[in-house]
């Protein structure tokens, strides 16, 4: 009878403790259960999620925020197709848009990779191929889903290196002129009218059209003449 009684007192005296620290844990409902995120990486879900699903990629792509990092990058693992943010590159990133370029791109990346070990070997050889087709395919992805592809100048001109050469092994990805230019010239020709967007009264676009007036006069020029040349062949 003791043993019982004593049993009795120990299974009385876990319950009230485990109560007490019940207790502790107050204006718990099911609005706030699941804040356990942080709003970094609730927003990185959030516009990647919506990429995906407005682009109806049928290929999983998981996607993490790399917290404490004071590294300004993100990348995707084209091994495992998962893409990381890394926490640095949220002091750059001023809305959205910019993220959505971010993450489209790195989409596009993991995408790609789906095509099996003979794409891999690929794009590990030729990486700077692979990230130049990334900022475009990155560019539909993110116009699809909603955002703004002036974003990807914006963003693309704050964060892009510009290495003294970019040939061979030295660089992995091209120079951040090259990829500025190429991706202006797919939204000048493929979406004008995101050229009058508010994005570009950006400090960032801005700085973008200074640093790159001669290019970007030059294949305006050439637009033009071709757009005279198809008119006066009819073919316009």
Not at 22 to 41: A, H
Not at 47 to 75: C, L
Not at 97 to 123: P, Q, R
Not at 162 to 170: A, K, L, M, R, S
Request: aromatic residues 12%.
């Amino acid at each position: 009878m003791k043993k019982i009684l004593v049993l009795l007192g120990v299974l009385f005296i876990g319950t009230c403790s485990f109560a007490e620290e019940i207790m502790v844990i107050r204006n718990v409902n099911l609005n706030n259960f699941w804040k356990k995120k942080g709003i970094d990486e609730e927003k990185v879900l959030e516009v990647g999620q919506k990429i995906m699903t407005v682009n109806k990629i049928s290929k999983r792509v998981p996607i993490f925020v790399i917290n404490n990092s004071k590294n300004i990058n993100a990348s995707s693992n084209i091994y495992d197709k998962t893409v990381s943010i890394y926490s640095g590159m949220f002091l750059y990133i001023d809305n959205d848009d910019e993220l959505a370029y971010v993450i489209s791109h790195e989409i596009a990346h993991s995408v790609e990779a789906y095509g099996g070990m003979i794409k891999f070997m690929a794009m590990s050889a030729n990486s700077k191929k692979y990230e130049q087709k990334a900022d475009l395919n990155g560019i539909d992805y993110m116009v699809k889903a909603g955002y703004d592809p002036i974003a990807a100048i914006t963003i693309g001109n704050k964060i892009f290196g510009e290495p003294v050469w970019d040939w061979g092994y030295t660089y992995t990805h091209p120079k951040g002129s090259k990829r500025l230019m190429d991706m202006y010239k797919y939204i000048y020709v493929k979406y004008p009218k995101f050229l009058n967007s508010p994005l570009t009264l950006t400090p960032s676009y801005k700085n973008f059209l200074y640093s790159m007036n001669d290019d970007i006069i030059e294949f305006q020029q050439k637009q033009k003449r071709r757009r005279a040349k198809q008119i006066e062949n009819g073919t316009l």
